[in-house]
């Protein structure tokens, strides 16, 4: 049985048609009505953007989803959980700082901003899911305590993730630091042949987990969370993972985080895809490169497999800009998260989410 994709296209020429007016209809359309009842605390799960970052989802675009939840009787609130790593998000302190910083709250998005795991990432909710990887998933405690949830996610290409959409909005986005560190099991592996001694990895590594003396670099493996950082900074690619090894059950991981989010909201749960400054990086970058391709318009549906199918899918029919990171598969059809990652596997995490239930890959995508 298919499930239903709605799509608005960014073409506009008038009142009506402006994004803002949109994104009502797409909630209208894909029934998230049916999600929100009145007295819920209902959970808006974005991504504030890392400082320096410019391609997260404009908060503009947030205020009619909380505008419309409000109008359904219920409480909205911005949310997202800190991060492994460093930066301007790793506690909820500065994480609110960078919220604001973006346009994150009540006067421009239309809710409060409310950090989900805490102060220190220490507030969570064990989930029983009895799956592959984990039995029990650890998600951030006011996600879990939400009464529904609108996930809203900027859909673009991610290091090793291959994309990130919803279900990795879900997954990495609703864990704890500690569920973050139970997905992110993979080590990079050194090639020191390929080693220029530049040291852009230790300078760079948020864990100080990496140490580079002429061109021997030593990598403390106790110290490493995975996050891929060194592998975006190395000029000579001599950081990399073991992909056909360590990817595919990192994506398992997610998948299964993912399904842990969305455990006891069956029906209460809706998802946002924009497919808007289609960047090779997650917005957990402190910058944002030239877009992969054309900008192409805002999904809205009930089902996070079947929203990101066929936000991988219309991203594919595009032809690939070529003032971009993209460095093959320019013609429509053709795979641009290989393009770009050559050793991203990203469509797991939808073989996997069918498989496990987290949703249907099959979808009917209607314009309105």
Same mark, same amino acid.
């Given at each position: ?91 909820? *302190?500065? %994480? ?6 973006? !346009? =994150? #709250?009540? $006067? ?7 950090? +989900?795991?805490g102060l220190k990432s220490d507030n969570f909710r064990e ?24 996930? *809203?996610? %900027? ?6 993730? !291959? =994309? #990130?959409? $919803? ?7 609703? +864990? ?193």
């Open positions: 049985m298919q499930s239903i994709v709605y799509f608005a296209g960014i073409r506009a020429r008038s009142y009506q048609e402006n994004k803002q007016n949109k994104i009502q209809r797409l909630f209208d359309a894909a029934g998230l009505r049916e999600v929100v009842h009145k007295g819920d605390l209902t959970a808006i799960k974005i991504h504030f953007g890392e400082r320096g970052n410019d391609s997260y989802v404009n908060p503009v675009f947030v205020r009619p989803i909380a505008d419309k939840v409000r109008a359904q009787g219920a409480l909205p609130f911005l949310t997202d959980t800190n991060t492994l790593y460093g930066g301007s998000r790793a506690n909820a *302190v500065d %994480h609110l700082e960078t919220a604001a910083e973006h !346009g =994150f #709250g009540r $006067a421009v998005a239309g809710a409060p901003v409310i950090i +989900a795991d989930v029983q899911i009895d799956k592959k990887h984990f039995q029990r998933v650890s998600i951030a405690g006011e996600v879990a305590s939400a009464d529904s949830l609108i996930v *809203v996610s %900027h859909f673009k290409a991610h290091l090793p993730a !291959g =994309f #990130g959409g $919803a279900i990795k909005n879900l997954g990495m986005g609703c +864990a704890t630091a500690r569920g973050k560190a139970e997905q992110h099991s993979a080590k990079p592996v050194f090639n020191a042949e390929l080693c220029l001694g530049c040291q852009a990895c230790q300078e760079n590594c948020p864990n100080q987990a990496i140490t580079v003396e002429k061109r021997i670099t030593a990598v403390d493996y106790d110290r490493c969370t995975g996050c891929g950082k060194c592998l975006r900074v190395c000029p000579s690619h001599a950081l990399d993972f073991d992909w056909f090894v360590e990817v595919p059950p990192f994506m398992e991981r997610i998948t299964e985080y993912a399904l842990g989010a969305v455990a006891g909201k069956e029906n209460r749960t809706g998802f946002f895809n924009f497919l808007l400054n289609i960047t090779p990086d997650c917005d957990c970058v402190p910058w944002s490169d030239a877009p992969l391709v054309p900008d192409i318009g805002i999904l809205a549906s009930r089902d996070p497999v079947a929203i990101d199918q066929a936000s991988y899918d219309l991203v594919n029919r595009q032809m690939g800009l070529s003032n971009s990171l993209l460095k093959r598969n320019h013609k429509p059809g053709k795979d641009k998260f290989l393009g770009v990652w050559e050793n991203t596997i990203g469509n797991i995490q939808l073989d996997y989410g069918a498989e496990i239930g987290l949703g249907n890959k099959e979808y009917k995508l209607i314009e309105i």
